[in-house]
């Protein structure tokens, strides 16, 4: 049994799960474990950015985790987990997301904390094991908070990752503004992509009351380099919706300078959504105002929407 | 909105589920939130022994906690909850079982670790929020490490709650062994109790593939007191079986100074048992040499036992 556990986060990785995978993965080491950061897709280009200006080595490519030993990080439902996790033996998760129903045998060590990003918790836990934060690692739990956070702007934000951010700044010897306007502008090449690239960059599954509904956010400070090809996005989100066999796909276009969204949605049951988020799609799209977080501001809307419907 | 926050443990009160939740209470009100300790069920005499010993308030039965907000210590599964807990919203989890598929909208904080009480990462809290630990709370909170770690010879006994149990001692100004004697006592008072008592008092449900599998656990200094009159307890387990429509109803009756178990069985399930524990039920009972924690020997078998089953 020399095999290692390995800490991955979620599908359509971004960079606060990237970053807390390999900040863990080094705690885990420390304290003599065998332990090896994996990632379950593709960089986003602003992930991409942190691993190139913080020098660090992307983690290996985990396709099938069936019989492996995982620490969940930054997500805790299989729907969004790593191929094969369900055949996993899941030893450990830290997360600061809803709580999304996974069970196991055994006890095992599990983290979840209403804050801003998983690397905000993850400084405490170098803090609890009184290890040392290197300026390296203090990089990219930076990065995390920052990235998660839209540079502490985001309503998940809490004064604790403003006091984390700031701390680890100071280590990384960044001027975590400047550096956060960095991150901000690598989100805006999404102009780059091709519409299907687009809707899948940040997609997340739920499983709501059996039906599955997929959520999309693009962050970016050009909305218009989505908006203004619109139809094809459309395509591209249905095309997702028959391959996936999804109830509804709603993607958040977040403008990051206005601090608001504008909704796309494709598939069957837009009406629950319509509900659930009070308001009305013409012509697949609708306004949000005030909207920048999925988490905290439209999944439990529509779960409560596709809950309340199958009651 | 002025309801209070409801910390509550799971049915069949034990020790560690009483005393954590009257900690909890305490540590959140100092930091100022409307938060009350509660219980889902009568106390136990071991528990009855501690509060009358700490000169402790009992907190108030809860009998409904629909619309209510809770926080679960000592277990995170809906089928050991209070009454009316599905329809109330769950405001924060801390508990050392394994994870019960409890899912919520929002994020949460969820604490729950590998440990031998929930009285040993309450403790933990304690420290993270520099709040002083009284003599009365250490009492409370020792209490719950010993009765539920059998004066921290159980096999889930780890190294934390050993140099916590000490910690704690020192604060509460008693000998730990000799208190654990005391605390082991009064769980061997079971003799006093009905058939029908006996095997409800510490009774725990658990949904294994979408059977009801009952584990009941008897921890005593005189099995006899128990097994004596076998034919009456299988009776009464067997009224349970059919009143909760259970697949299989295992009591474990634990000899706490042999530190191994003499298991009882009823209902129709049996064959899955003796698979999963890898015994035979002579008249319905077996001897486990070695087991002591239900929790860590029992539950994982029979969920793989069940589960394999249903594949």
Chains 1, 2 share one sequence.
């Not at 049994?1 to 970053?19: F, K, L, N, R």
């Not at 960059?201 to 380099?225: C, L, N, R, Y």
């Not at 529509?302 to 419907?309: K, T, V």
Request: charged share 25%.
């Amino acid at each position: 049994m020399s095999e290692p556990i390995y800490v991955v986060g979620h599908q359509q990785p971004d960079t606060d799960t990237i970053c807390s995978a390999i900040a863990y993965a080094r705690l885990k080491k420390k304290q003599g474990a065998d332990v090896v950061p994996a990632r379950a897709g593709p960089l986003n280009p602003e992930t991409q950015f942190v691993v190139d200006r913080w020098d660090v080595e992307v983690p290996a490519r985990l396709d099938d985790a069936a019989g492996e030993q995982l620490i969940l990080v930054d997500h805790n439902e299989y729907s969004q987990t790593v191929a094969g996790a369900e055949k996993a033996e899941i030893v450990e998760i830290i997360d600061h997301h809803r709580l999304g129903g996974i069970e196991t045998s055994e006890p095992i060590l599990f983290r979840n904390e209403p804050v801003g990003s998983t690397a905000t918790i993850l400084t405490q836990l170098f803090d609890d094991a009184n290890e040392t934060i290197t300026t390296q690692t203090a990089g990219l739990l930076l990065s995390g908070i920052l990235s998660d956070t839209v540079v502490l702007r985001s309503p998940t934000t809490t004064d604790r990752d403003r006091t984390v951010a700031g701390r680890l700044a100071d280590i990384a010897g960044v001027d975590y503004e400047a550096y956060g306007t960095d991150l901000l502008s690598q989100k805006s090449k999404i102009g780059e992509k091709s519409p299907r690239e687009m809707v899948l960059s940040d997609f997340k599954e739920f499983d709501f009351d059996g039906q599955h509904v997929g959520i999309g956010q693009i962050e970016t400070v050009e909305p218009s380099a989505v908006l203004d090809q619109q139809e094809a996005v459309v395509e591209a989100m249905n095309e997702v919706v028959t391959e996936r066999d999804n109830a509804v796909f709603l993607l958040l276009v977040t403008d990051l300078l206005e601090e608001d969204s504008t909704a796309l949605v494709a598939g069957p049951e837009i009406e629950l959504v319509e509900t659930g988020l009070d308001t009305t799609f013409t012509d697949h799209e609708s306004f949000l105002p005030g909207v920048m977080s999925r988490k905290k501001q439209v999944v439990p809307l529509l779960e409560d929407a596709f809950g309340a419907h199958s009651a």
